[in-house]
Every structure is written in C-alpha cells, then in structure tokens.
C-alpha cells in the first residue's frame, strides 16, 4: 500500500509521531566544551548513555538502548578498522556520522515496513587544538549537525532550543570543570522541565482546548530552582560524566568521572545524592 | 569472539606476516638486547636502540619498548616490521576491547592476544622473515603486582618469574642478572628505581661490550637507551635528562 507517493509520505509523517512519542520518557544530554576539554552529561537510568567511540571520540544518546548498541557497535568498527589500516589521526567524527551512521539511520527510517532507529545521537571530538574541537548531533531520521562550543539532545525541538539558548547565554569565555559541569547540569534541569512541561500542556490540551496561552510565556527558572529540579530527580538515578581531555596522558582521551572526582566538582547541593 | 578486533580484521580480508622464501642477498634487520626485571615499585623494561641488517648498522635510534596501553608494554627482539606491526594489532585489540565490552581486558587475556599473535606468525617466522622474540611485562592491576614473560617464536609463554631478557646481547647478560638476583648486595625486586635504573644502565653497557649488534650508549650523540618504568600509576618513560647524570656517575669508569 506503500507504492502510491501519497501513502508513503503519510506513513512517514506517522513515524515521526510514533518516534516523537518515544523520546517522551528520555533524559536530555548535555556536551560542553571546557578549558580542558569536552564535557558530557546526562542522567541516567537503568543503561549507561555515555560511551567511549575511540582516542578523542565519545558518544552521548538517547532512545532504545538495544538501538544504541548497534549503532555503538558500528561505530567502534569503524573508528577502529579506519584507525589501524590508516592513522588514529585519520579517524574523524564527521567522517563517521556523515558517511557511517547517519545513511544508516535514514535508511532505516524511511523504510517504512521495517523498524527504525529509536535513537538521537551526539558524537563529540576533541580536536588537536581547541578550535578544532566539534559535536555533531544525528536525529533518529538521519539529519545531521555539526557544531561547535556546545550541544544537547531533548525530547522535543522545542527542548532543545531551550537547552541551547541557556547554554548560549550563559557561557562565559572559557569554563574550568567544575563550571562546566555546574552550567551542564543546569542545562540538563531545563531540559528536564521543558519535558515535563510539554507533558502537562498537552494533557491541559485534552481537557481544555481553549486554555493554551500561559504555558509559553514562563520565565526561565533560577540556578537554585534548576539544581533542585536536578537533586529531585537524580535521586532514583545516576549523574553520568564523561570528558575528553586534552592533557591526559597516553592515547585515550576519554574518562567518565568517578565519586572521588564528583565529590570534588559537583556542588554541595548534589553531593548528597551521588553518594547514595 | 566478543569484541575480538583481530578477528574483525580477518573478516576484511587482513593477514599477519605472508611466508616468503627469503633471498639469500638479504641481511635482515634484527639482533638486539632487551631486559625486564622486577624492582620495588614494579617491573623496569629496558632495550638498546640499535636496529642492525647483517654487519651493518641500519639504525641508532630505535624504540624497542613499546607502550601498548597504560599498564603494560612489549619489549622487542626479531624482525622489527612484524614486531611493530604485532604491537598495532595489540594496541588496537585491546583499546577494542575495553570500549566494546566496557571492561578492561584480563592480564592473562592480555597475555593469551601474544601467544595467539605469534601462532599466526609461525610460517613467515619459520621462513626466516618475520621471527619476533618478545618480553611481555606490566602491572596487573586486579592482583596488584607486576609481570614479566617472555616468548619463544612459536608462542609458547614463560613467566619470568624475577627477570627476562631477549635478543642477541642476552647471554651476556642473563649470567649478569642471575648473579646480581642471587648474591648481590639485595634482590632486583627490593632496589629502589634509581638503583633500577643504574643497573639497566649497566647490564646494556656490559651487552653491548660484548655484541656488535646492540648498540651502547653514546654521549656525543646524547644517545641512551630506552627505559620505561611500570608502575600501578603506569608506564613512565624514562627522560634522557634522568639517565644521563646517572650514567656519567654510576656507570663510566675511568681506568
């Protein structure tokens, strides 16, 4: 039934609704560029989010974990056929995404009698230099951005561009760790909200159709508000962080962050709730 | 296999070391001296840097340790474009590894991807082309001790249970190093690292003496050997700046 170009384009606009709908429970993630490096955080439940890809490449996602895990898994194939028959200098984050994963991902996507990939991805790369770093983001229909200084997957479009202007306009010129981490969290508590808030907008919807104005007027949250939204939830769950950094020695760039580092980064407010 | 990166690069098509018949021509680069001991605070693993074909000298400034990850590092004696080309395959199967299945690689996996290298190499070692003689040494950080074995070409492993030597310069020293762990002043795994260090020093000037294919060191040049030191911190290199005050006090000997 697929055959008529009407049919197709309908099945298509279908799956994005199926897939919209999935990211619903998903926790935002977070990557920010610090003066050491790249950070990446999330909050997560149940199943890590953050990986290692290879020497400078590290992997953020959101969606079905068993979908990740392919994803992950071809990723790591490539980065390190490619880094062994060539040079690890010749692996290259845009390189991977944009002629390795993101075909993959849009192929599944449109192929609309198969499943597709229940996933958003964040690929970060600490370049050789500081401005060579970059983050590029994959959306489950294949699309991709390359961006740089910082970057988030959310539920919703709507999420992320709340995410990002935060981020935006908070970013002073070079973070260290620790603000890094502070404005991260931050970050993740907006999107975190912004969910929660498209949630009650559209149950309200339901009720009452008429009623729609007030939801998209409300202020952003103060930092205090933000961390406590943070400490609330982080409660059942785990602060997951992870860095590439630049002056670590050997090869491998990437470390997640342990207690011992969180205990001296997080603010005392958290502290609490990563010890449990 | 899970995770199994030599195994992924067969399936494309890759090979370690072809069997060629070797012409007679030909004067291979190898011949070396590599040691590894065991010290107080871990395991010393030292090698001359001289890189020989036949009677002549191909190179002076090889690196013969090489680092394969944080805790452990692969001391070689053979055919250097197979031996370099093993600690790629090693390098890269055990980075594979620890991101694929999110857990390091065991020591005695470790130990088991160099033994299984080897196996692959034995036709090209057999025709005389690719004869690598390795000393495995490194921290294993689950037991918390340092390690030290040593290979035949064929792949069989030994544990050197204090010290390991290899290469055309370790008769010489092997005799050196049995009668300095057995009725020197203390035991090599109770000396200090600079005393470590003194004594690599030491035994490399004394294999060099005696092989013309293990090169000394050399002044002028600021020539020294390579020493890395491994630790439950890791592999430390050595600098040229450390060895040098120590050679000239502690090694030279003006008769």
Known sequence: ????????????????????????????????????????????????????????????????????EKLRFSLLEMAHVEGFNRSPSDVTGSRLVKYGIAPVIK???????KAPFIVRILVAELGQKPEKDAILTINYDGTFEEMTGCAVLAATLAAQAKMMSYLKEQTPVTLSLE???????RAWAIGSLAHQQEETDQQAETE????????????????????????????????????????????????????????????????????? | MQGDFLQLLKEQGYMLGTPTAVGTGHALTN?????????????????????TAGNMVMYDRTDKVLEIDRHSVMAIA?????????????????????????????????????????????????????????????????????????????????????????????????????????????????????????QALRLLTSAAEFDSATGGVNREASLYPVIKLITGAGVQTVPDATLKPLYESQVVRYV
């Open chain 2, 78 to 198: 053979g055919v250097p474009a197979t031996a370099y080309e093993m600690v790629r395959v090693l390098e890269h199967s055990f980075k594979y590894y620890r991101r694929t299945q999110l857990q390091e690689l065991s020591f005695d996996g470790k130990l088991r991807a160099v033994s299984k290298l080897l196996k692959d190499n034995v036709p090209a070692a057999l025709a005389g082309t690719g004869a690598v003689v390795p000393v495995f040494a490194g921290y294993d950080l689950e037991q918390g001790s340092a390690k030290i074995y040593f290979y035949d070409i064929l792949g069989a492993e030994f544990e050197g249970v204090e010290y390991a030597v290899s290469g055309s310069g370790s008769p010489t020293i092997r005799g050196i190093l049995h009668y300095l762990n057995t009725w020197g002043d203390q035991p090599l795994n109770r000396l200090p690292e600079e005393q470590a260090m003194v």
């Open chain 1, 1 to 68: 039934m697929y055959e008529e170009p009407y049919r197709w384009v309908e099945a298509v606009g279908n799956r994005r609704q199926y897939l919209d709908e999935q990211f619903k429970q998903g926790s935002p993630v977070v990557a920010l560029t610090y003066d050491g490096g790249i950070l990446l955080t999330t909050v997560s439940k149940g199943t890590p989010k953050l990986y290692e890809i290879y020497d400078r490449l590290a992997l953020g996602g959101m969606g079905h974990p068993t979908d990740l």
């Open chain 2, 31 to 51: 011949a070396t001296t590599i040691l590894a001991f065991k010290y107080r605070d871990g395991v010393l693993v030292a090698g001359d840097r001289r890189a």
């Open chain 1, 107 to 113: 192929q599944a996507f449109e192929e609309v009698y």
């Open chain 1, 179 to 185: 603000q890094a981490l502070d404005l991260a969290l």
């Open chain 1, 208 to 276: 009452t159709p008429a009623s729609k104005a007030g939801a998209s007027t409300v202020s952003v949250p103060t930092a205090d508000a933000l961390m406590a939204h943070v400490r609330g939830i982080a409660g059942g769950r785990t602060i997951e962080c992870a860095v590439l950094e630049r002056q670590a020695p050997g090869t491998s760039k990437y470390r997640s962050l342990k207690s011992a580092d969180f205990s001296r980064l997080l603010p005392k407010a958290l502290q609490s709730v990563v010890a449990n």
